[in-house]
């Protein structure tokens, strides 16, 4: 990859923290929560972009962002009023600014008409005319070094030359006029978000005669000279009459990133050369006095007089509209404390690649902690200590990779917000989305495999959950319904609620819907949960026409598949007249895990220690039989079902004694307790996740499967798995016994 290529690259990863901003912005102001400050921080992202994108000659995006920023202008200055329908006008232009970006940094085509359409409306809430058809800008050009131009000196340093014979100002002819004198003092995150100081200067230069200097006392040896550093300011004084509009607008692009001054002089009549030259004369013969004042001590603290005491006809210069920033103090160490924490960008594929030699080295450790306690080596010896000091030292550096990889989910819920803007329109009805928990942090992969499956939910609860307007009204809910998405820790995994407050499932007919289908038997008995786990069968859709929305059933069968894929769950909460949700619970990492490796029928495996809520050895005073396998066990007055894994599993066909065996207590996604019945317990162990799906294929109750420290290859229990299918297996059971009996 080229310069060019890497500095494109920046900028398009900015634009999307840009993006972020913006639309964190507006929907703060949607909220009622946003103030002026949060105008400015909306505005600036703008801002940001249409910069950026000026500078890598993206005309489309310039124009539109242009126009949306105007609007923007208006809104903070007071011009326009903060209405439901200008925030949702700023909402749909953010859209649309979002297409754009991914547009010109994908390709793709243009909806020209959409965009044009959302400028037009843009300009009329802004109350002016679309923004004209952009200039061509000329391209940017590096200094040539062929023959004909300045001479490179040792250093490879080369003067610039700087034309400045265009555009003189006609008033200047009759000797009236505007100065214009400019402080130019970029920062280092001018240069960051690849901008060029010389191509500003030049655009400088194409407004009229001007003088120019650089300051370089800012720049420090070379020993201490930082290549990201800003050192270079320019001082630009014109000669001519210039518009400070036209100045200003050339630096609108950078105004946030570098310390800028403009000030305006009116200039009185232009002096001919005898004029000038009696005036020189006064200045020389007035500077010689004070020096000889000087000298005798006459007028130590007389301070040399301004130019203007011999020159009366220039009037004292008007300062500038707004404050120079160039005025603020700006010592090094006061710019240096106010930086944010410094970050490096480092490619993805590096950072997978340490996450794996990590897991390496958590199953190095344990192999390792397995050979010494084979050897039988005390535990306090000092092989043993160094040994546990080892572990512990692996776990914080597991720990520390795991964070590099930890984001936030506010990126995907903000998707989701456009997501129920574009639905809400596509059905006519009004919603919005509510969002807790923004920066519950979650594993990389799992946020990038969540988009769809959360796409669907967002969609089904509009389509299917939410009602009309005039239904909500009649109900006597507001008009306008409500999404949530929260997200939230809970036992070393994430949860993430998606729920509406729309009218519930309707369980009746969910169920005709799956009996004329096939799904179900019209006999089969099924409880308000198994009615609404139907939403999750293969073709199933209540819809009753197809739309661009849905009615296809491909819809909650693929989110319930991905969610599992990432070793997740999903359930069903409705209740009818008040809503549904549905809740997501998903792993951390898809990494690592913290396990309790038992045995079962002399099989080797791992229950993730997150759903083991206690373990005890059943008594015979709490065992019960129900039917003629199904047991229950009685813990602190509750009875709650005894699985035996071994038999789910088919690694026997008896079942084995209860009160030879132990029992774990578990929690299941939904929040039910069982105990699972195993054989043995050899110990906890953190183990590495190694997907078993993508190595070999699905199995029954197998989330996946790790390497032990012996070498042995033990398989991690899906326990929701293990407690549907036993609960299948009772059903069924109770099925044919019913019938045999008839």
């Known amino acids: 990859m080229d310069t060019m290529a890497a500095i494109k690259q920046t900028f398009f990863q900015e634009c999307e923290e840009q993006l972020t901003e913006l639309e964190d912005g507006l929907l703060a102001i949607e909220r009622e929560e946003g103030d002026l400050e949060t105008i400015n921080a909306v505005f600036r992202a703008v ?15 310039v124009r ?17 009023d903060i209405t439901p329908q200008v925030v949702k006008l700023m909402l749909r232009s953010a859209d649309i600014l979002s297409d754009l970006v991914h547009i010109s940094r994908d390709g793709g085509e243009i909806e020209a008409a959409r965009v044009s359409q959302m400028s037009e409306e843009l300009a009329r809430a802004g109350g002016a005319a679309p923004a004209p058809e952009a200039a061509p800008q000329p391209a940017f050009e590096p200094l040539s070094m062929d023959d004909g131009q300045p001479p490179v000196d040792e250093f490879g340093f080369a003067p610039v030359q700087i034309s400045f014979d265009t555009l003189i100002a006609e008033d200047e002819a009759a000797g009236i006029g505007n100065a214009v004198k400019v402080r130019f003092a970029p920062k280092p995150e001018l240069y960051a978000k690849a ?5 500003l200067l030049r655009e400088l230069g194409r407004l009229g005669e001007m003088e120019i200097a650089c300051d370089v006392s800012a720049v420090p040896l070379l020993g201490e000279l930082d290549p990201e550093g800003a050192y270079l300011s320019w001082d630009i004084a014109f000669g001519g009459d210039v518009d400070e509009a036209a100045v200003r607008e050339i630096f609108e692009f950078v105004e946030f990133d570098c310390d800028l001054s403009i000030e305006t002089a009116v200039a009185g009549p232009v002096m001919d050369e005898t004029d000038a030259a009696e ?13 000889v004042a000087a000298q005798e001590g006459a007028a130590k603290d007389v301070a040399p007089a301004p130019v203007a005491a011999v020159a009366p006809t220039q009037p004292e210069a008007v300062p500038a509209s707004r404050p120079a920033a160039a005025d603020k103090p700006a010592a090094a160490n006061t710019q240096q404390a106010a930086q944010p924490g410094a970050t490096i960008r480092v490619d993805l594929d590096r950072v997978d690649r340490l996450i794996d030699l990590v897991g390496e080295l958590v199953i190095n450790q344990s192999m390792l902690a397995q050979r010494v306690m084979e050897a039988g080596i005390a535990r306090l010896s000092d092989v043993a200590v160094g040994l546990d000091d080892l572990e512990h030292l692996t776990r914080e550096i597991q720990d520390s990779v795991m964070a590099i990889r930890a984001q936030p989910v506010r990126p995907i819920f903000q998707r989701m917000s456009r997501v129920v803007r574009e639905v809400a329109d596509m059905t006519g009805k009004s919603a919005r989305l509510v969002t807790e928990g923004e920066n519950c942090e979650v594993d990389k992969t799992v946020i990038e495999r969540l988009a769809d499956p959360l796409t669907h939910m967002i969609r089904n609860a509009i ?8 239904d909500r009204l009649k109900a006597g809910k507001p008009e306008q319904g409500t999404v949530r998405m929260i997200a939230a820790h809970r036992s070393g995994r994430v949860v993430i ?3 509406d407050d729309g009218a519930g499932i309707n369980r009746s007919r969910v169920r005709q819907i799956a009996v004329d289908r096939g799904i179900i038997s019209e006999d089969a008995q099924l409880s308000d949960v198994e009615i609404d786990d139907l939403i999750f069968a293969p073709g199933f859709s209540t819809a009753d026409t197809i739309s661009d929305v849905s009615g296809r059933g491909v819809g909650m069968d693929v989110v319930r598949r991905s969610i599992q894929a990432l070793g997740g769950r999903i359930t069903i909460a409705s209740r009818p007249g008040q809503g549904t949700t549905f809740t997501l619970s998903l792993p951390l990492t898809l990494a690592v895990l913290d396990g309790m490796v038992v045995t079962v029928a002399g099989q080797t495996l791992v229950v993730p220690l997150s759903a083991i809520v206690e373990t005890l050895q059943p008594k015979a005073a709490d065992v019960h039989s129900l ?43 939904n929040q039910s307790q069982c105990a699972l019945m195993v054989d043995g317990i050899i110990g906890q162990q953190q183990v590495v996740i190694k997907s078993l799906e993508t190595n070999y294929g699905h199995v029954f109750g197998v989330a996946g499967a790790t390497i032990l420290g012996d070498g042995r290859v033990a398989v991690i229990l899906d326990v929701d798995a293990i407690v549907a299918g036993s609960r299948a297996d009772a059903a069924r059971s109770e099925a044919n016994r019913k019938r045999s009996a008839a």
């Open 64 to 80: 539109f962002a242009h126009t949306f920023e105007t609007t923007l202008d208006g809104m903070r200055s007071g011009k326009i």
């Open 279 to 291: 005036t020189v004369q006064a200045i020389l013969a007035q500077v010689a006095a004070q020096e």
């Open 463 to 470: 389509d299917h959950g939410l009602e009309k307007p005039e």
């Open 47 to 61: 801002h940001s972009i249409k910069g950026g994108a000026g500078a890598f000659g993206l005309d489309d995006l």
């Open 497 to 499: 609620e998606v729920s």
């Open 195 to 199: 901008n060029d100081a010389l191509r």
């Open 627 to 669: 039917g003629e396998k199904a047991h229950v066990i009685g813990i602190r007055g509750a009875f709650i079902p005894l699985i035996d894994v071994g038999s789910v599993l088919g690694y026997r066909e008896d079942e084995a004694d209860p009160l030879a065996s132990v029992a774990m207590m578990v929690e299941t996604e």
